[in-house]
Protein backbone atom coordinates (compact mmCIF):
# COMPACT_ATOMS: atom_id res chain seq x y z
CA UNK A 1 0.00 0.00 0.00
CA UNK A 2 1.35 3.51 -0.82
CA UNK A 3 1.89 5.64 2.26
CA UNK A 4 0.78 9.32 2.04
CA UNK A 5 2.06 11.71 4.20
CA UNK A 6 -0.55 14.66 4.97
CA UNK A 7 1.07 15.32 8.72
CA UNK A 8 3.13 18.08 7.58
CA UNK A 9 1.76 20.57 10.23
CA UNK A 10 3.90 18.36 13.07
CA UNK A 11 6.94 17.99 10.90
CA UNK A 12 7.42 18.07 7.19
CA UNK A 13 8.58 15.01 5.34
CA UNK A 14 10.19 14.04 3.19
CA UNK A 15 12.27 16.64 3.46
CA UNK A 16 15.24 18.02 0.56
CA UNK A 17 17.69 15.57 -0.31
CA UNK A 18 20.55 17.90 0.31
CA UNK A 19 19.34 18.13 4.14
CA UNK A 20 20.21 14.22 4.49
CA UNK A 21 23.30 14.95 2.72
CA UNK A 22 24.73 17.49 4.44
CA UNK A 23 24.12 16.34 7.71
CA UNK A 24 25.24 12.82 6.86
CA UNK A 25 28.99 14.97 5.45
CA UNK A 26 29.24 16.82 8.56
CA UNK A 27 28.68 13.56 10.91
CA UNK A 28 31.35 11.64 8.84
CA UNK A 29 34.15 14.64 7.34
CA UNK A 30 33.96 17.16 9.82
CA UNK A 31 31.60 16.01 13.26
CA UNK A 32 33.69 19.46 15.23
CA UNK A 33 32.24 21.58 17.60
CA UNK A 34 32.43 25.09 16.69
CA UNK A 35 33.60 27.60 18.72
CA UNK A 36 35.70 25.49 21.27
CA UNK A 37 38.28 25.04 18.61
CA UNK A 38 41.05 26.77 16.75
CA UNK A 39 41.48 23.58 14.34
CA UNK A 40 40.04 23.86 10.68
CA UNK A 41 37.27 21.73 11.44
CA UNK A 42 35.90 24.21 14.56
CA UNK A 43 35.97 26.44 11.99
CA UNK A 44 34.00 24.84 8.97
CA UNK A 45 31.44 24.48 12.10
CA UNK A 46 31.44 28.24 13.00
CA UNK A 47 31.17 28.61 9.02
CA UNK A 48 28.27 27.22 8.41
CA UNK A 49 26.17 28.31 11.45
CA UNK A 50 26.86 31.67 10.57
CA UNK A 51 25.84 31.12 6.71
CA UNK A 52 22.55 29.49 8.15
CA UNK A 53 21.51 32.44 10.46
CA UNK A 54 22.54 34.53 7.29
CA UNK A 55 19.91 32.82 5.16
CA UNK A 56 17.41 32.93 7.74
CA UNK A 57 17.47 36.76 8.34
CA UNK A 58 17.63 36.70 4.53
CA UNK A 59 14.87 34.75 4.44
CA UNK A 60 12.27 36.66 7.01
CA UNK A 61 13.88 40.22 6.12
CA UNK A 62 16.00 40.56 9.38
CA UNK A 63 18.59 43.42 9.56
CA UNK A 64 21.19 41.58 11.58
CA UNK A 65 22.05 37.81 11.53
CA UNK A 66 23.50 37.71 14.71
CA UNK A 67 19.72 38.25 16.22
CA UNK A 68 18.54 35.01 14.73
CA UNK A 69 19.15 32.62 17.87
CA UNK A 70 19.00 28.74 17.48
CA UNK A 71 17.09 26.94 19.78
CA UNK A 72 15.72 23.25 19.95
CA UNK A 73 12.53 24.40 18.26
CA UNK A 74 9.40 26.59 18.30
CA UNK A 75 8.57 25.58 22.24
CA UNK A 76 12.19 26.41 22.96
CA UNK A 77 12.06 29.60 21.53
CA UNK A 78 9.04 30.39 22.80
CA UNK A 79 9.44 30.01 25.97
CA UNK A 80 12.96 32.08 25.92
CA UNK A 81 11.01 34.73 24.57
CA UNK A 82 7.80 35.15 26.73
CA UNK A 83 9.94 34.18 30.04
CA UNK A 84 12.70 36.30 29.06
CA UNK A 85 10.59 39.20 28.85
CA UNK A 86 8.92 38.73 31.93
CA UNK A 87 12.02 38.41 33.54
CA UNK A 88 13.47 41.38 32.56
CA UNK A 89 10.05 43.42 33.97
CA UNK A 90 10.43 41.78 36.92
CA UNK A 91 13.89 42.97 37.42
CA UNK A 92 13.46 46.43 36.08
CA UNK A 93 10.25 46.90 38.29
CA UNK A 94 10.13 44.32 41.30
CA UNK A 95 6.74 43.62 42.52
CA UNK A 96 5.10 45.52 39.90
CA UNK A 97 2.01 43.65 38.88
CA UNK A 98 2.33 42.57 34.78
CA UNK A 99 -0.63 41.37 31.92
CA UNK A 100 0.05 39.08 29.16
CA UNK A 101 -2.15 38.50 25.84
CA UNK A 102 -2.17 35.77 23.46
CA UNK A 103 -5.41 34.50 21.49
CA UNK A 104 -7.82 31.64 21.93
CA UNK A 105 -6.28 30.10 19.01
CA UNK A 106 -2.70 29.82 20.10
CA UNK A 107 -0.29 26.72 20.75
CA UNK A 108 -0.39 24.90 24.01
CA UNK A 109 3.76 26.06 23.11
CA UNK A 110 2.59 29.59 24.35
CA UNK A 111 -0.38 28.53 26.79
CA UNK A 112 1.45 26.33 29.04
CA UNK A 113 4.46 28.98 29.36
CA UNK A 114 1.37 32.02 29.75
CA UNK A 115 -0.35 29.22 32.11
CA UNK A 116 2.97 28.67 34.25
CA UNK A 117 3.64 32.53 34.63
CA UNK A 118 -0.17 32.83 36.00
CA UNK A 119 0.33 30.58 38.31
CA UNK A 120 3.67 32.55 39.59
CA UNK A 121 0.69 35.83 40.03
CA UNK A 122 0.60 37.38 36.15
CA UNK A 123 -2.44 38.43 35.15
CA UNK A 124 -3.02 36.62 31.55
CA UNK A 125 -5.20 37.54 28.74
CA UNK A 126 -6.81 35.39 26.21
CA UNK A 127 -8.36 37.02 23.15
CA UNK A 128 -11.43 35.31 21.48
CA UNK A 129 -11.46 34.27 18.09
CA UNK A 130 -14.36 34.21 15.66
CA UNK A 131 -16.21 30.45 15.98
CA UNK A 132 -16.48 30.28 11.86
CA UNK A 133 -13.16 31.27 10.92
CA UNK A 134 -11.27 31.61 13.75
CA UNK A 135 -9.61 34.75 12.89
CA UNK A 136 -8.96 37.02 15.93
CA UNK A 137 -9.75 41.19 15.30
CA UNK A 138 -6.69 43.50 16.08
CA UNK A 139 -9.36 45.33 17.05
CA UNK A 140 -10.31 42.65 20.56
CA UNK A 141 -6.15 42.94 21.29
CA UNK A 142 -6.44 46.78 21.58
CA UNK A 143 -9.44 46.65 23.38
CA UNK A 144 -7.41 44.52 25.89
CA UNK A 145 -4.00 46.84 25.49
CA UNK A 146 -6.73 50.17 26.58
CA UNK A 147 -7.39 48.81 29.94
CA UNK A 148 -5.82 49.72 32.97
CA UNK A 149 -2.15 47.85 33.96
CA UNK A 150 1.13 46.88 32.59
CA UNK A 151 0.69 44.79 29.54
CA UNK A 152 4.40 43.91 28.75
CA UNK A 153 3.69 40.98 25.88
CA UNK A 154 1.25 39.93 23.22
CA UNK A 155 1.83 36.71 21.26
CA UNK A 156 0.26 35.65 18.77
CA UNK A 157 0.38 32.73 15.83
CA UNK A 158 0.69 33.66 12.28
CA UNK A 159 -1.15 30.67 11.08
CA UNK A 160 -3.29 28.09 12.98
CA UNK A 161 -2.71 24.38 13.79
CA UNK A 162 -6.36 23.68 13.85
CA UNK A 163 -8.06 26.24 11.32
CA UNK A 164 -5.15 27.25 9.41
CA UNK A 165 -6.57 30.60 9.87
CA UNK A 166 -4.12 32.88 8.49
CA UNK A 167 -4.09 35.49 11.42
CA UNK A 168 -3.75 39.61 11.09
CA UNK A 169 -0.31 40.21 12.39
CA UNK A 170 0.53 43.21 10.91
CA UNK A 171 -2.39 45.12 12.25
CA UNK A 172 -2.05 43.58 15.64
CA UNK A 173 2.04 44.51 15.27
CA UNK A 174 0.92 48.62 14.63
CA UNK A 175 -1.68 48.19 17.69
CA UNK A 176 0.97 47.09 19.86
CA UNK A 177 3.69 49.66 18.63
CA UNK A 178 0.58 52.26 19.65
CA UNK A 179 0.78 50.97 22.98
CA UNK A 180 4.39 50.49 23.66
CA UNK A 181 3.83 46.52 23.99
CA UNK A 182 6.27 43.72 22.80
CA UNK A 183 4.60 41.28 20.07
CA UNK A 184 5.61 37.85 19.80
CA UNK A 185 4.41 36.03 16.84
CA UNK A 186 4.73 32.19 16.23
CA UNK A 187 5.45 31.26 12.56
CA UNK A 188 5.69 27.82 12.94
CA UNK A 189 2.15 27.20 10.60
CA UNK A 190 3.67 29.64 8.23
CA UNK A 191 7.39 30.51 7.57
CA UNK A 192 8.16 28.62 4.21
CA UNK A 193 4.37 28.00 3.62
CA UNK A 194 4.18 31.85 3.22
CA UNK A 195 6.10 35.25 2.70
CA UNK A 196 6.87 36.16 6.22
CA UNK A 197 8.77 39.06 6.61
CA UNK A 198 9.43 40.30 10.15
CA UNK A 199 9.60 44.71 9.58
CA UNK A 200 6.45 44.21 7.44
CA UNK A 201 4.68 42.59 10.36
CA UNK A 202 6.33 45.04 13.14
CA UNK A 203 7.52 42.37 15.37
CA UNK A 204 9.56 42.48 17.75
CA UNK A 205 10.12 38.23 18.56
CA UNK A 206 9.30 35.81 16.03
CA UNK A 207 9.87 32.17 17.01
CA UNK A 208 9.68 29.11 14.36
CA UNK A 209 10.58 25.68 13.59
CA UNK A 210 13.58 24.50 11.43
CA UNK A 211 11.59 21.31 10.81
CA UNK A 212 8.37 21.97 9.51
CA UNK A 213 7.79 24.69 6.63
CA UNK A 214 11.20 24.99 6.41
CA UNK A 215 12.08 21.29 6.17
CA UNK A 216 14.37 21.04 8.17
CA UNK A 217 15.32 18.30 10.36
CA UNK A 218 13.72 17.78 14.11
CA UNK A 219 15.42 19.45 16.99
CA UNK A 220 16.23 23.17 15.07
CA UNK A 221 14.38 26.24 15.30
CA UNK A 222 15.02 30.01 16.36
CA UNK A 223 13.66 33.18 17.73
CA UNK A 224 14.83 36.47 15.87
CA UNK A 225 15.04 39.49 18.28
CA UNK A 226 14.68 42.66 17.03
CA UNK A 227 17.88 44.55 17.45
CA UNK A 228 17.30 47.10 20.66
CA UNK A 229 14.63 44.44 22.18
CA UNK A 230 17.84 41.94 23.13
CA UNK A 231 17.62 44.84 26.17
CA UNK A 232 13.86 43.76 27.41
CA UNK A 233 14.78 39.87 27.33
CA UNK A 234 16.78 38.71 29.85
CA UNK A 235 18.15 35.42 29.60
CA UNK A 236 16.67 32.16 30.78
CA UNK A 237 19.34 30.25 30.61
CA UNK A 238 23.60 30.32 31.21
CA UNK A 239 26.43 28.22 30.50
CA UNK A 240 29.35 28.05 28.39
CA UNK A 241 29.70 29.73 25.03
CA UNK A 242 33.23 29.25 23.87
CA UNK A 243 33.53 32.57 23.73
CA UNK A 244 34.28 35.17 27.29
CA UNK A 245 35.37 32.19 29.16
CA UNK A 246 37.05 33.95 32.19
CA UNK A 247 33.80 35.36 33.19
CA UNK A 248 31.28 34.26 35.80
CA UNK A 249 28.74 35.56 33.47
CA UNK A 250 26.99 34.78 30.44
CA UNK A 251 28.20 37.13 27.33
CA UNK A 252 26.02 40.17 26.36
CA UNK A 253 26.92 39.54 23.06
CA UNK A 254 24.81 38.62 20.55
CA UNK A 255 23.89 35.63 20.04
CA UNK A 256 25.96 34.23 22.39
CA UNK A 257 23.63 35.67 25.26
CA UNK A 258 21.04 33.33 23.98
CA UNK A 259 22.99 30.32 22.98
CA UNK A 260 24.20 28.54 26.09
CA UNK A 261 25.97 24.89 25.60
CA UNK A 262 26.73 23.50 22.54
CA UNK A 263 24.66 23.33 19.29
CA UNK A 264 23.08 21.04 17.50
CA UNK A 265 25.53 21.43 14.86
CA UNK A 266 24.33 18.81 12.53
CA UNK A 267 21.02 19.84 12.93
CA UNK A 268 21.83 23.47 12.03
CA UNK A 269 23.82 22.41 8.93
CA UNK A 270 20.95 20.02 7.85
CA UNK A 271 18.47 23.50 8.30
CA UNK A 272 21.07 25.53 6.35
CA UNK A 273 20.30 23.10 3.10
CA UNK A 274 16.85 23.87 3.71
CA UNK A 275 16.39 27.36 4.08
CA UNK A 276 18.83 27.54 0.81
CA UNK A 277 16.27 25.22 -1.16
CA UNK A 278 13.78 27.56 0.19
CA UNK A 279 15.26 30.78 -0.57
CA UNK A 280 15.74 28.90 -4.28
CA UNK A 281 12.66 27.78 -5.01
CA UNK A 282 10.95 31.01 -3.71
CA UNK A 283 8.70 31.69 -0.93
CA UNK A 284 6.19 32.95 -3.54
CA UNK A 285 6.38 29.81 -5.53
CA UNK A 286 6.03 27.82 -2.73
CA UNK A 287 3.34 29.49 -1.76
CA UNK A 288 1.60 29.32 -5.11
CA UNK A 289 2.07 25.73 -4.96
CA UNK A 290 0.22 25.28 -1.68
CA UNK A 291 -2.66 27.61 -2.79
CA UNK A 292 -3.27 25.25 -6.31
CA UNK A 293 -3.46 22.32 -3.25
CA UNK A 294 -5.65 24.63 -1.09
CA UNK A 295 -8.14 25.24 -3.80
CA UNK A 296 -8.14 21.40 -4.84
CA UNK A 297 -9.57 20.27 -1.20
CA UNK A 298 -11.89 23.10 -0.78
CA UNK A 299 -13.42 22.50 -4.30
CA UNK A 300 -13.58 18.93 -3.57
CA UNK A 301 -14.44 18.91 -0.05
CA UNK A 302 -17.42 21.02 -1.43
CA UNK A 303 -18.15 18.75 -4.27
CA UNK A 304 -18.50 16.21 -1.46
CA UNK A 305 -20.93 18.23 0.98
CA UNK A 306 -18.83 18.83 3.51
CA UNK A 307 -20.32 21.11 5.48
CA UNK A 308 -19.29 24.83 6.82
CA UNK A 309 -21.82 28.08 7.45
CA UNK A 310 -21.00 29.98 4.37
CA UNK A 311 -21.24 27.04 2.00
CA UNK A 312 -24.87 26.11 1.23
CA UNK A 313 -26.61 23.31 2.15
CA UNK A 314 -26.36 20.76 -0.48
CA UNK A 315 -26.93 17.42 -0.81
CA UNK A 316 -23.81 14.72 -0.97
CA UNK A 317 -22.24 11.66 0.68
CA UNK A 318 -20.39 13.72 3.58
CA UNK A 319 -23.06 15.61 4.83
CA UNK A 320 -21.71 14.30 8.48
CA UNK A 321 -18.53 16.34 8.16
CA UNK A 322 -18.15 19.85 8.60
CA UNK A 323 -15.30 21.96 8.26
CA UNK A 324 -13.49 24.08 10.24
CA UNK A 325 -11.77 27.34 9.65
CA UNK A 326 -12.33 29.77 6.64
CA UNK A 327 -12.99 28.64 2.86
CA UNK A 328 -10.96 31.35 1.45
CA UNK A 329 -7.94 30.18 -0.19
CA UNK A 330 -6.30 33.48 0.84
CA UNK A 331 -6.93 33.34 4.70
CA UNK A 332 -5.88 30.06 5.10
CA UNK A 333 -2.32 27.49 4.92
CA UNK A 334 -2.56 24.29 3.70
CA UNK A 335 -3.67 22.67 7.00
CA UNK A 336 -7.95 21.07 7.11
CA UNK A 337 -9.36 19.82 10.47
CA UNK A 338 -12.59 18.19 9.62
CA UNK A 339 -15.26 16.72 12.37
CA UNK A 340 -18.03 14.06 11.74
CA UNK A 341 -21.13 13.86 13.66
CA UNK A 342 -20.74 10.25 14.80
CA UNK A 343 -16.96 8.70 13.90
CA UNK A 344 -13.88 9.96 16.29
CA UNK A 345 -10.98 11.74 14.91
CA UNK A 346 -9.08 8.70 15.97
CA UNK A 347 -11.37 6.20 14.04
CA UNK A 348 -11.18 8.40 10.74
CA UNK A 349 -7.46 8.79 10.95
CA UNK A 350 -7.05 5.50 12.07
CA UNK A 351 -9.26 4.05 8.71
CA UNK A 352 -7.04 6.27 6.72
CA UNK A 353 -4.17 4.68 7.45
CA UNK A 354 -5.05 1.43 7.69
CA UNK A 355 -7.41 1.04 4.40
CA UNK A 356 -6.12 3.96 2.40
CA UNK A 357 -1.94 4.66 3.68
CA UNK A 358 -2.95 8.14 4.10
CA UNK A 359 -0.90 9.81 8.06
CA UNK A 360 -3.31 12.20 9.21
CA UNK A 361 -3.20 13.39 12.59
CA UNK A 362 -6.21 12.94 14.93
CA UNK A 363 -6.97 15.23 18.71
CA UNK A 364 -6.67 18.22 19.88
CA UNK A 365 -3.20 19.31 18.62
CA UNK A 366 -1.94 20.81 21.56
CA UNK A 367 -4.62 24.03 20.74
CA UNK A 368 -6.81 23.47 23.13
CA UNK A 369 -8.62 26.65 23.35
CA UNK A 370 -8.78 26.94 19.37
CA UNK A 371 -10.81 23.75 19.82
CA UNK A 372 -13.13 25.18 22.57
CA UNK A 373 -13.69 28.21 20.27
CA UNK A 374 -14.32 25.83 17.23
CA UNK A 375 -16.61 23.83 19.79
CA UNK A 376 -15.09 20.74 18.66
CA UNK A 377 -13.08 20.43 22.31
CA UNK A 378 -15.73 18.04 23.60
CA UNK A 379 -15.37 15.82 20.63
CA UNK A 380 -12.06 15.03 20.84
CA UNK A 381 -11.16 17.92 18.36
CA UNK A 382 -11.08 16.89 15.10
CA UNK A 383 -9.08 15.06 12.10
CA UNK A 384 -6.45 17.19 10.90
CA UNK A 385 -4.70 16.81 6.85
CA UNK A 386 -2.15 18.91 6.37
CA UNK A 387 -0.08 19.62 3.25
CA UNK A 388 3.62 20.19 2.63
CA UNK A 389 5.63 21.00 -0.49
CA UNK A 390 6.13 17.43 -2.00
CA UNK A 391 2.39 16.77 -1.84
CA UNK A 392 0.94 16.90 -5.07
CA UNK A 393 -2.83 17.91 -6.75
CA UNK A 394 -3.28 14.22 -7.63
CA UNK A 395 -2.86 13.35 -3.66
CA UNK A 396 -5.50 15.87 -2.62
CA UNK A 397 -7.86 14.23 -5.09
CA UNK A 398 -6.64 10.24 -3.67
CA UNK A 399 -7.41 11.44 0.06
CA UNK A 400 -10.60 13.14 -0.87
CA UNK A 401 -11.41 9.92 -2.71
CA UNK A 402 -10.61 8.06 0.85
CA UNK A 403 -12.74 10.31 2.99
CA UNK A 404 -15.63 9.71 0.60
CA UNK A 405 -14.98 6.17 1.48
CA UNK A 406 -15.21 6.90 5.36
CA UNK A 407 -18.08 8.95 5.31
CA UNK A 408 -20.31 6.35 3.25
CA UNK A 409 -19.96 4.20 6.02
CA UNK A 410 -18.01 1.05 4.10
CA UNK A 411 -15.48 1.12 6.38
CA UNK A 412 -17.04 0.88 9.70
CA UNK A 413 -15.30 -2.52 10.62
CA UNK A 414 -11.96 -1.06 11.62
CA UNK A 415 -11.35 -1.49 15.23
CA UNK A 416 -12.04 1.44 17.45
CA UNK A 417 -9.24 -0.21 19.45
CA UNK A 418 -6.73 2.30 17.45
CA UNK A 419 -8.64 4.76 18.03
CA UNK A 420 -8.40 7.49 21.17
CA UNK A 421 -9.41 11.08 21.67
CA UNK A 422 -8.02 13.71 22.01
CA UNK A 423 -3.64 13.74 23.04
CA UNK A 424 -3.63 10.69 24.44
CA UNK A 425 -0.99 7.58 23.39
CA UNK A 426 -3.41 5.93 21.64
CA UNK A 427 -4.09 8.81 19.09
CA UNK A 428 -0.64 8.34 17.69
CA UNK A 429 0.92 4.30 18.70
CA UNK A 430 -0.77 1.54 16.45
CA UNK A 431 -0.11 -1.69 17.60
CA UNK A 432 1.25 -3.77 15.36
CA UNK A 433 2.06 -1.18 12.65
CA UNK A 434 5.68 -1.51 11.74
CA UNK A 435 7.45 0.37 9.39
CA UNK A 436 10.65 -1.52 8.37
CA UNK A 437 13.46 0.81 7.74
CA UNK A 438 15.19 1.21 4.30
CA UNK A 439 18.55 -0.21 3.20
Not at 44 to 54: K, Q
Not at 75 to 88: E, M
Not at 377 to 404: E, H, K, Q
Request: aromatic share 4%; net charge negative.
Amino acid sequence: MRRLYLDNAATSYPKPPAVYDAMFRYGRDVGASPGRGQYSESREGARLIRDCRERVCRLIGGTDPSHVVFTLNTSDALNLAIKGVVRAARLASPGSPMRLVTTAMDHNSVLRPFQALADEGVEVVHVPADPVSGLVSAASVEAELSRPGTTVLVAANMASNVTGTIQPVAEIGEVCRRHGVLLLVDAAQALGHMPVDVREIGCDLLAFPGHKGLMGPQGTGGLYIRPGVEDRVATTREGGTGSWSESDSQPGTMPERYEAGSHNTIGIVGLREAVGYVLERGLAALRGHEVELIDAMLVGLRELGVRHPEWPTAGGPCGALRLLGPVETSRRVGVFALVHDELEPGEIAAVLEGRFGILARSGITCAPRAHAAMGTLGRGGAVRLSFGPFVTVDDVRYALAAIRSVCEGELRDVSSSVAGRGDKPADYRTEGAVIPLRD
